[in-house]
């Protein structure tokens, strides 16, 4: 069974910069979608980013012009810079490799940001 395995999460104060990366252990066939999600303490999940194979990307309004998602040429990883940190971006984000055709997803097991005002 293929895994998503993100890396890249940490600690920064408030400004800072952290690049999160997301690998999968081989290749999902009819994987179009890929996304991060995050999750706050005591809050659901939310979408922050998706890419489609297309390189179209959309964005969570709150990430807006601050976050960056991008993949590699063969889907098989992909990454979200984060700039200008808030700490009201703290989360673990998760990240989200999906074939829309038949609902299928693959998730990572999340990895911690924190950010310190």
């Known amino acids: 069974q293929v895994q998503l395995a993100e890396s890249g999460g940490g600690a920064v104060q408030a400004g800072g910069s952290l690049r999160l990366s997301c690998a999968s252990s081989g290749t999902i066939p009819g994987i179009n979608v890929l996304r991060w999600y995050r999750q706050a303490p005591g809050k659901q999940r939310e979408l922050v980013a998706s890419i489609l194979l297309n390189g179209y990307t959309s964005y969570a309004d709150s990430v807006q012009g601050r976050f960056s998602i991008s993949r590699n040429r063969g889907g098989t990883q992909v990454f979200l810079q984060m700039n200008s940190l808030k700490p009201e971006d703290t989360a673990v984000y998760y990240c989200?490799?999906?074939?829309?055709?038949?609902?299928?997803?693959?998730w990572g097991q999340g990895t911690q940001v924190t950010v310190s005002s």
């Open positions: 989200n490799f999906r074939n829309s055709y038949t609902d299928y997803d693959a």
